[in-house]
């Protein structure tokens, strides 16, 4: 399968260049930047420390995306959201590990998605989204009056959205356990004279600091005991071997959106 990676010069993009390098099944196709980048022109693989690939880097992405079967693209929300429309012109898969969307962001991608198919994910590992399922199991099982949840997350400094969008995708699996939404029942902010807590309530705890590749608990409190839930991702090479792997799934799929837990057969 031709994959075409965006965002190619950034942390994310080459570690994505180099698990296509590494997945039977997957080659590099085209890379993008955003125009001005003292990456363009260069040869991907040698950017990402993958080796020659002979793909140099390129700032036009629908030229880009011709000559690909699917689209890799942990980027920045608005540019997601282009991208979506531009892949769904070209009739490839698109592959979205990008966070912080807001939900006319999520509208615009969910409206493209009837054109090619789209996979997005807060997370594209395995070891999280398996989690989230076991959260969801578990909110369902223990009783919102009496059991309190808290969502706690850590990343490395550079991280610009907060909360993360694997302690959304978290969050989300607690409200679906629980039943009700996750918009209406969440605690994003703690400051000051709060009161007691609201029962029934989903609150969410962000850290940021060093180098952090991702690190995130459920944590279910009730009276006298407590269970906690935790995946520690050690390499952000996870990520982008899950994303391939959404990819070669994705490929002559039916037009909609989808998620890990349809890539992983576990939704």
Same mark, same amino acid.
């Given at each position: 399968m031709r994959l075409a990676v965006v965002g190619a010069a950034g942390r994310m993009g080459q570690a994505l260049i180099q698990a296509i390098d590494a997945v039977d099944g997957a080659v590099l196709a085209a890379a993008v930047e955003r125009s001005g980048s003292d990456a363009i022109g260069r040869d991907a693989g040698e950017l990402a420390g993958a080796g020659h690939a002979g793909i140099a880097v390129t700032d036009d992405p629908v030229a880009a995306f011709s000559a690909?079967? #699917?689209?890799?693209?942990f980027t920045a929300p608005a540019v997601s959201?282009?991208? &979506?429309?531009?892949?769904?012109d070209? #009739?490839?898969?698109?592959v979205i590990g990008t966070t912080g969307l807001n939900a006319a962001q999520d509208d615009a991608?969910?409206?493209n998605a009837a054109r090619t198919p789209i996979v997005k994910s807060g997370n594209?590992?395995? /070891?999280?989204n398996l989690l989230a399922v076991l959260v969801q199991q578990a909110a369902k099982a223990l009783d919102a009056a009496d059991w309190d949840i808290e969502v706690v997350e850590m990343h490395h400094k550079h991280k610009v959205d907060a909360p993360s969008g694997t302690a959304y995708l978290l969050g989300e699996a607690a409200a679906r356990g629980r039943g009700v939404s996750l918009s209406d029942n969440s605690v994003r902010v703690r400051d000051g004279q709060t009161g007691p807590r609201p029962k029934g309530t989903? #609150?969410?705890?962000?850290?940021r600091g060093g180098s952090v590749v991702g690190e995130h608990s459920v944590l279910l409190a009730g009276e006298g005991e407590m269970v906690e839930l935790t995946h520690r991702a050690l390499d952000? &090479?996870?990520?982008?071997? /899950?994303?391939v792997k959404a990819a070669l799934w994705a490929r002559g799929r039916d037009p909609g959106l989808y998620s890990m837990l349809d890539v992983l057969g576990i939704s």
């Amino acid at each position: 399968m031709r994959l075409a990676v965006v965002g190619a010069a950034g942390r994310m993009g080459q570690a994505l260049i180099q698990a296509i390098d590494a997945v039977d099944g997957a080659v590099l196709a085209a890379a993008v930047e955003r125009s001005g980048s003292d990456a363009i022109g260069r040869d991907a693989g040698e950017l990402a420390g993958a080796g020659h690939a002979g793909i140099a880097v390129t700032d036009d992405p629908v030229a880009a995306f011709s000559a690909a079967d #699917g689209l890799l693209d942990f980027t920045a929300p608005a540019v997601s959201v282009d991208f &979506s429309a531009l892949s769904a012109d070209a #009739g490839i898969a698109h592959v979205i590990g990008t966070t912080g969307l807001n939900a006319a962001q999520d509208d615009a991608i969910r409206a493209n998605a009837a054109r090619t198919p789209i996979v997005k994910s807060g997370n594209m590992s395995l /070891g999280v989204n398996l989690l989230a399922v076991l959260v969801q199991q578990a909110a369902k099982a223990l009783d919102a009056a009496d059991w309190d949840i808290e969502v706690v997350e850590m990343h490395h400094k550079h991280k610009v959205d907060a909360p993360s969008g694997t302690a959304y995708l978290l969050g989300e699996a607690a409200a679906r356990g629980r039943g009700v939404s996750l918009s209406d029942n969440s605690v994003r902010v703690r400051d000051g004279q709060t009161g007691p807590r609201p029962k029934g309530t989903i #609150g969410f705890a962000t850290l940021r600091g060093g180098s952090v590749v991702g690190e995130h608990s459920v944590l279910l409190a009730g009276e006298g005991e407590m269970v906690e839930l935790t995946h520690r991702a050690l390499d952000r &090479s996870i990520f982008a071997r /899950g994303a391939v792997k959404a990819a070669l799934w994705a490929r002559g799929r039916d037009p909609g959106l989808y998620s890990m837990l349809d890539v992983l057969g576990i939704s």
